[in-house]
Structure formats: structure tokens, C-alpha cells
């Protein structure tokens, strides 16, 4: 079972949006704005999409957008398409060790 | 740029080292990841340790069991895995951390090494 809290799954159609919450405690999501999102296709190397709870790196879409709210971190892909269809992780920074904190992850369908 | 190697089978119970080959970066400057995916499983986060290497932390299900290190003279991070089981079956991934210490945003990966304990 992950540290943090993520849904197994979720689907919406082209175009639509969809936002992954991503669950923690006062130890990490709570109390550090290091939280990540990754977006990984199985095969391929996972691709950093989001750091310190919403900045993008260069070269990654702005339908990409990050937040956070107490314990709670999100992930919105707005405009989806076909592509985004893939498994998305959050990790968080932890006071406690393990310092590193994965969620289970949410696997994406694009209907 | 990250290249992992020394993946392999190996039988359970047995030892296998892998390496991680940085270039393109300051590699003595970032905290470096190990990070697997099993099959049918998702992403699990195995070990990190920081910059200078002096400070090392382990997923539960690997403390006492994998080792990592690294030289950073020669550019390179190290897992070495001992008492292995089916379960640590996987694609491992080596991962730089943005900071020199783990924080768990990690910008760059390699494509990963296949491990497979099986008898």
C-alpha cells in the first residue's frame, strides 16, 4: 500500500478535462510544496510533468496544471488526447524516512 | 543522459550490481533515484541517496537487502541487490534528482534494466 493516496483509475472523453487528486499527510504533501507528477507510458522512461506542486518544465504542455490544497495534490490535464492515455504517479518529499514518497498511481483511459 | 546496465536472470538468493552511467549533467551536484516498476505493478521508488553520497535512505521492502552507491569521479551510480526474490522482479530506472538531495522530483531517467530472479 502506497503512502500516498492516489485513484486506481480514471477515464474522460477527447477533449474534456480531468484532474488526479493525490493524497498525503501533514509529513509530506501537507507540509512541503515538493510534490510531483509524472506521466508514464509502459516502455517508455516516465517524463516529469510537474515539480514543486505547479511549475512545468520547459518543453511540457500547459494543458499540464499541478495544485494543492491541506493534504491534497492535483493533477489537471485539460484538452485531452489520445496521447495522454497513460499511468500518472505524484511523489512528495517526507520528513520521515522513507524521504521519498510514490503514489500508487491512476491509470488514465482516454475514452 | 542516464544508461543503466547489469540487469539480468539471476536465481533467488543470488546478487546482481547495477550500474547507472551519468553524462550531460554535473552528476556530483544532484541527489540521485532507483526506481522499479514490476510487472502488472506500478512505479515503486527503491532508493535514493544525496549529492555527495554520504547520506543514503531505502523503500521498506529493500532496507537491509540493496546497497546504493556511487563514484563520482567516474560518473556513475550503483544498486547492488542481495537475498533476491521473484518479488523484486523488474524494470529498474535511475532517476537525477533536481537538488542535491532527494526531494523526489527526479527530471531526468535512463530507460531502464530488466531484473529477473527466477529459478
Known amino acids: 500500500q502506497s503512502a500516498l493516496t492516489q485513484p486506481a483509475s480514471v477515464s474522460e472523453s477527447p477533449g474534456q478535462s480531468i484532474t488526479i487528486s493525490c493524497t498525503g499527510t501533514i509529513n509530506d504533501v501537507g507540509g512541503y510544496d515538493y510534490v510531483s507528477w509524472y506521466q508514464h507510458h509502459p516502455g517508455r522512461a516516465p517524463r516529469l510533468l510537474i515539480y514543486d506542486v505547479s511549475i512545468r518544465p520547459s518543453g511540457v504542455s500547459n494543458r499540464y496544471s499541478g495544485s494543492k490544497s491541506a493534504y491534497t495534490a492535483s493533477l489537471t490535464i485539460s484538452g485531452l488526447q489520445a496521447e495522454d492515455e497513460a499511468d500518472y504517479y505524484c511523489t512528495s518529499h517526507s520528513n520521515n524516512s522513507p524521504h521519498v514518497l510514490l503514489g500508487g498511481g491512476t491509470k488514465l483511459t482516454v475514452l | 543522459h542516464l544508461s543503466e546496465s547489469g540487469g539480468g536472470l539471476v536465481h533467488p538468493g543470488g546478487s546482481l550490481r547495477l550500474s547507472c552511467a551519468a553524462s550531460g549533467f554535473i552528476f556530483s551536484n544532484y541527489a540521485m533515484n532507483w526506481v522499479r516498476r514490476a510487472p502488472g505493478r506500478g512505479l515503486e521508488w527503491v532508493s535514493s541517496l544525496t549529492s555527495s553520497g554520504g547520506s543514503t535512505d531505502y523503500a521498506g521492502s529493500v532496507k537491509g537487502r540493496f546497497i546504493i552507491s556511487r563514484d563520482n569521479s567516474k560518473n556513475v551510480l550503483y544498486l547492488q541487490m542481495n537475498s533476491l526474490t521473484a518479488e523484486d522482479t523488474a524494470l529498474y530506472y535511475c532517476?537525477?534528482?533536481?537538488?542535491?538531495?532527494?526531494?523526489?522530483?527526479?527530471?531526468?531517467w535512463g530507460q531502464g534494466t530488466t531484473v529477473t530472479v527466477s529459478s
Open positions: 532517476a537525477k534528482d533536481y537538488s542535491w538531495t532527494p526531494r523526489g522530483t527526479m527530471d531526468v
